[in-house]
């Protein structure tokens, strides 16, 4: 097993479970009670606004009584402590990661906790209720903003520097994430091309579970605070 230096960890819904927020593929394949096409696509906002507003205001006030779990926490330690380059890519809209202490954090599926102006194109950081329609901090409209978060058919956040980091990475872990979504569910494979070595830890296995050098089946609370110790005291995944 080779020396590692760059890390990319990419999270999903199972790493904030324990924390006690839903993951999006619950067996009767709705989320929390909707088809994803009803609240998480433009379409489904330009039909319905105040039903897609009302589903994220709900889950906006919901963070608010969830806190960071043991998993969240070791990946924290992890980046305070990684001496190498490292880059964790979440695709979970809640600020547990945040809240836990890691800086080296990329939203690519946007924040609940950020508004997009569609007037003016300002993103600012926002807590409170969209479905009343309130003025955008920066150009002051009143009912334009929309949920800063990527809904199926749109481009995730900065992917450039994703690529960039997942080209460089000599280890690619992924946590939590059924591997259903693309373009994250490709990043074990872009990895493994550039030669990481890959490593996924989660409930059961994911889509993409064969593409892993590694798979370890588990809760994210005891699996990951294990594996950042391992890292940190040998350096090896
Ligand atoms: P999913 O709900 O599809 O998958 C969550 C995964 O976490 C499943 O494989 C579970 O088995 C696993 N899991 C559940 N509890 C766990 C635990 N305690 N420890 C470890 N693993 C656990 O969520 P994502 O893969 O994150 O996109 O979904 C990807 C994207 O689909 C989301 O970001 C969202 C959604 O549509 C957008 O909103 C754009």
């Not at 897609?52 to 779990?69: I, M």
């Not at 836990?100 to 003016?120: D, F, I, K, P, V």
């Amino acid at each position: 097993m080779k020396d590692i230096q760059n890390i990319v960890i990419l999270t999903g819904a199972g790493i904030s479970a324990e924390s006690g927020v839903a993951t999006f593929r619950g067996p009767d394949g709705l989320w929390e009670g909707h088809r994803v096409e009803d609240v998480a696509t433009p379409e489904a906002f330009a039909r319905n606004s105040e039903l897609v507003q009302n589903f994220y205001d709900q889950r906006r006030a919901r963070l608010k009584t969830v806190h960071p779990n043991a998993a969240h926490k070791a990946l924290a330690k992890l980046d305070a402590k990684w001496p190498g380059e490292l880059l964790l890519v979440t695709q979970n809209v809640d600020d547990l990661h945040d809240r836990a202490g890691s800086t080296r954090l990329l939203h690519m599926h946007g924040e609940l906790n950020s508004a997009w102006c569609l007037a003016c194109d300002a993103r600012s950081p926002f807590e409170g209720e969209m479905a009343e329609g309130p003025a955008c901090p920066h150009c002051h409209q009143p009912g334009r903003l929309r949920p800063d978060i990527v809904w199926f058919g749109e481009m995730p956040y900065q992917m450039e520097r994703i690529e960039r980091a997942l080209s460089r990475c000599d280890l690619f872990v992924s946590i939590g994430t059924s591997g259903a979504v693309y373009p994250a569910a490709g990043f074990v494979q872009t990895a493994r091309y550039n030669g990481a070595r890959t490593l996924e830890m989660n409930l059961d296995p994911s889509e993409g579970s064969f593409h892993f050098h590694e798979s370890r089946m588990g809760r994210a609370g005891d699996l990951v605070p294990d594996w950042v110790e391992e890292v940190l005291s040998h350096g090896l995944c």
